[in-house]
């Protein structure tokens, strides 16, 4: 390994230090996320797309690069916190607390309203069904379906993990003042509702159809 590069990762380490994003207890992880948000911020995207020549909107380019971010920190930060549950540290905890808010869902109708696919929606309920957690019961009315409820396993680990998931979505939430907050609600509840009327209706509609629909 050549000594310039170790030299010039130390200076990077250095700068990290001295840097807000450092803590007391900062991590790899921590280091990695400042590098990546630093070369973000180093590199603008509108020069990028400017030295290829390609047209571009910098705004929906900006929202998609930003929710896309938003989405890797918060997985890292919910195996964090849910760390003592790690039955539920990946998708499964937000299985749990919908069945929890909507009781007696079929397997279709918990997969669709956590925005998953059938494959991975079906993994993530077996492993909860394994677990424990979830129990399937027979639809009174069509006999080839179940529901799923919480079982009194389900219960525990759902009432153990609240302050862990509340710390967590504290966290995620950021700095953000109390107006700041109801607004942004307000704007991921509106973009939330466009795309689960994708989600739900043209689940097998190529990008060019739904552009053509909704653009």
């Known amino acids: ?45 509108t020069k990028l797309f400017k030295n290829e020549k390609h047209q571009v909107s910098f705004i929906e380019n900006e929202i998609c690069k930003q929710v896309l971010l938003l989405g890797r920190y918060s997985k890292l930060l ?9 039955e539920l540290a990946n998708e499964e905890f937000t299985y749990l607390y919908r069945l929890k808010d909507e009781p007696f869902l079929t397997k279709i109708q918990l997969i669709e309203k956590n925005g998953h696919e059938k494959q991975t929606g079906t993994q993530i ?12 019961k027979n ?24 302050s862990d998931v509340n710390l967590t979505s504290k966290i995620l939430s950021g700095k953000l003042e109390k107006d700041e907050k109801n607004e942004l609600l307000r704007i991921l509840k509106k973009l939330n509702e466009f795309h689960s009327h994708i989600y739900a209706d043209y689940k097998s509609a190529d990008i060019n159809m739904i552009v053509k629909i909704f653009g």
């Open 139 to 162: 639809d009174k009315d069509d006999k080839r379906s179940k529901r799923l409820n919480l079982t009194k396993k389900g219960e525990e680990i759902f009432h153990a993990s609240l």
């Open 78 to 86: 919910i195996r964090k916190g849910l760390g003592d549950f790690p």
């Open 125 to 136: 309920i077996k492993r909860l069904l394994e677990a424990g957690f979830l129990e399937e």
């Open 1 to 45: 390994m050549q000594t310039d590069f170790i030299i010039e990762l130390l200076h990077q380490v250095k700068e990290f230090e001295n840097s807000d994003a450092c803590k007391p207890n900062s991590t790899v992880d921590d280091f990695r996320i400042w590098m990546n948000d630093k070369k973000y911020y180093d590199e603008s995207p």
